[in-house]
Nanobody, 125 residues
Framework: QVQLVESGGGLVQAGASLRLSCAVS????????MGWFRQAPGKEREFVAG????????LYADSIKGRFTISRENAENTMYLQMNSLKPEDTAVYYC??????????????????WGQGTQVTVSS
């Protein structure tokens, strides 16, 4: 079993920055695909960014490319999402997710086995 705990959300103005953290504990492995997803009210959960834990390769959604950066700190078992130049349309609950797989970095939420509880990000205009 793997536990994921997000933190770092909050209320900010447009143009501001936030850094989300996802603490990973439990039966972890380096063979994980990790991802950040978000879900706005009335919308489906969508892929934001993903990272292969062991090699550090990344993938980003077009909507946030150039503004958000995903990273992980192996020693701390923590994944991060640095969000810059935030826009009101970035307002959502942000979730981290993990899936034990040898290859691939999926973008569909259904491909991920473990999920955190989410952290709210609200960007005012």
């Amino acid at each position: 079993q793997v536990q994921l705990v997000e933190s770092g959300g909050g209320l900010v103005q447009a143009g501001a920055s936030l850094r989300l953290s996802c603490a990973v504990s439990g039966r972890t492995s380096t063979w994980y695909a990790m991802g950040w997803f978000r879900q706005a009210p009335g919308k489906e959960r969508e892929f934001v960014a993903g990272i292969r834990w062991m090699v550090g390769s990344t993938l980003y959604a077009d909507s946030i490319k150039g503004r958000f950066t995903i990273s992980r700190e192996n020693a701390e078992n923590t994944m991060y999402l640095q969000m810059n130049s935030l826009k009101p349309e970035d307002t959502a609950v942000y979730y981290c997710a993990a899936d034990p797989r040898l290859v691939g970095l999926p973008t569909a939420p259904t491909e991920y086995r473990y999920w955190g509880q989410g952290t709210q990000v609200t960007v005012s205009s």
